[in-house]
T-cell receptor
Framework: AQSVTQLDSQVPVFEEAPVELRCNYS??????LFWYVQYPNQGLQLLLK??????LVESINGFEAEFNKSQTSFHLRKPSVHISDTAEYFC????????????FGAGTRLFVKA | DVKVTQSSRYLVKRTGEKVFLECVQD?????MFWYRQDPGLGLRLIYF???????EKGDIPEGYSVSREKKERFSLILESASTNQTSMYLC??????????FGSGTQLSVL
């Protein structure tokens, strides 16, 4: 079985500041890892994913996440945030075996202030 | 673009009613999921299905059942709605590339 812990429920930050949203997971098998984003009044959409290969993955809008197997973490970072990054971010995990069951964390609400 | 359509955006039901939430996807995906989203709890998996007529319990299946008679349609059933089932319900589908595609959600209120 898998579980996901997002360590911060809310992260307020000023525009153009760096941000890190933390995610730790537990699993008895190897995993795929995901970050999904939910903008205000919109549905969830994939931000980035780690399946295999390079442990650093990037999104098209400047976010990156690094898979750290020893620390079982997949923290999301952005060096300079914009007002439009205000959203709720969800970390998710899926085991490589046992079907397509995808488990989500409780979410981190990122609030970017001018 | 993949489309996952949930039949209702808002639904209000009374305690004890049987409630059907419908979800249809148009990309021939094998896998479909039902989650509920509650503030502070994130998304919790209720049921998922990896093939027609196949279903697996998620983390919170109590009080729910599902039906998948056709590949494109996955229904969530609340046998006897209760107030603690007031929530946002999200349907998702995925093919072989692991990414989930979500519907826009159904906000269910049970009074």
């Amino acid at each position: 079985a898998q579980s996901v812990t997002q360590l911060d429920s809310q992260v307020p930050v000023f525009e153009e500041a760096p941000v890190e949203l933390r995610c730790n997971y537990s699993s008895s098998v190897s995993v795929y890892l995901f970050w999904y984003v939910q903008y205000p009044n919109q549905g969830l959409q994939l931000l980035l994913k780690y399946l295999s290969g390079s442990t650093l993955v990037e999104s098209i809008n400047g976010f990156e996440a690094e898979f750290n197997k020893s620390q079982t973490s997949f923290h999301l970072r952005k060096p300079s945030v914009h007002i439009s990054d205000t959203a709720e971010y969800f970390c998710a995990v899926r085991g490589l075996t046992g079907g397509f069951k995808t488990i989500f964390g409780a979410g981190t609400r990122l609030f970017v202030k001018a | 673009d993949v489309k996952v359509t949930q039949s209702s955006r808002y639904l209000v039901k009374r305690t004890g009613e049987k409630v059907f939430l419908e979800c249809v996807q148009d990309m021939d995906h094998e896998n479909m999921f039902w989650y509920r989203q509650d503030p502070g709890l994130g998304l919790r998996l209720i049921y998922f299905s990896y093939d027609v007529k196949m279903k697996e319990k998620g983390d919170i299946p109590e009080g729910y059942s599902v039906s998948r008679e056709k590949k494109e349609r996955f229904s969530l059933i609340l046998e006897s709605a209760s107030t603690n089932q007031t929530s946002m319900y999200l349907c998702a589908s995925s093919g072989s590339n692991e990414k989930l595609f979500f519907g826009s959600g159904t906000q269910l209120s049970v009074l």
